[in-house]
């Protein structure tokens, strides 16, 4: 079956620390995508990164990068020199080919609360 | 992209009643999924919205509760029959960006509060 895990629950650094949210995911399907997605306090989902299950390269966005690893199962998402605008809830999604090869529904991780504290 | 409208996107609404969200696509779109987001949680599928054909629920949903129409390849509403305070969620519609792309877009959600 399907699953997401983001064991951490609420990070909490100060500004300009790094920070990395660890994501975890399950799935049998050789072809999935995995998706990190922001949720500040305004409630609005804010896509942040797409990846494919073929692609392992590692991505670097401004402050932002993310590391995939097929043989640990992990898709792990590394704020670097933290603001307090990066304060938000993190979300890891992971989605499979939907019946007949349509799209999947995404499955969403609990979420990682980021405190970042000036 | 698709782009969602999304309505209402907030209301207060005394147990017992319904509510009727609906969404509107800028664009043509096959599968149509709708999320529950109850306070503090994640995401959690309700059901998936095909054009023409009865909604899938997900385990714990039930069409009496939730039920759904997709009269078009544009547009789908989601009602929450019979309110509870514990209907107290983010609902929110989300499309597929297409075959072969598998991104998504969402609507910016309805904050439902039920008093």
């Known amino acids: 079956a399907q699953k997401v895990t983001q064991a951490q629950t609420e990070i909490s650094v100060v500004e300009k620390e790094d920070v990395t949210l660890d994501c975890v995911y399950e799935t049998r399907d050789t072809t999935y995508y995995l998706f990190w997605y922001k949720q500040p306090p305004s409630g609005e989902l804010v896509f942040l990164i797409r990846?494919?299950?073929?692609?392992?390269q590692n991505e670097i966005s401004g402050r932002y990068s993310w590391n995939f690893q097929k043989s640990t199962s992990s898709f792990n998402f590394t704020i670097t020199a933290s603001q307090v605008v990066d304060s938000a809830v993190y979300f890891c999604?992971?989605?499979?080919?939907?019946?007949?090869?349509?799209?999947?529904?995404?499955?969403f991780g609990k979420g990682t609360k980021l405190s970042v504290k000036p | 992209s698709a782009v969602i409208s999304q309505k209402p996107s907030r209301d207060i609404c005394q147990r017992g009643t319904s509510l009727t969200i609906q969404c509107q696509v800028d664009?043509?779109?096959?599968?149509m999924f709708w999320y529950r987001q109850q306070p503090g949680q994640s995401l959690t599928l309700i059901a998936t919205?095909?054009?023409?054909?009865?909604?899938?629920?997900e385990s714990g949903f039930v069409i009496d509760k939730f039920p759904i129409s997709r009269p078009n390849l544009t547009f789908s509403t989601l009602t929450v029959s019979n309110m509870s305070p514990e209907d107290s969620s983010i609902y929110l519609c989300?499309?597929?960006?297409?075959?072969?792309?598998?991104?998504?877009?969402f609507g910016s959600g309805t904050r439902l509060t039920v008093v």
């Open positions: 990846r494919n299950s073929f692609d392992e």
């Open positions: 664009s043509q779109v096959t599968m």
């Open positions: 999604a992971l989605s499979e080919r939907g019946y007949g090869g349509s799209q999947g529904n995404l499955i």
């Open positions: 919205a095909n054009q023409g054909s009865e909604a899938t629920y």
């Open positions: 989300s499309v597929g960006k297409g075959q072969g792309y598998y991104g998504y877009t």
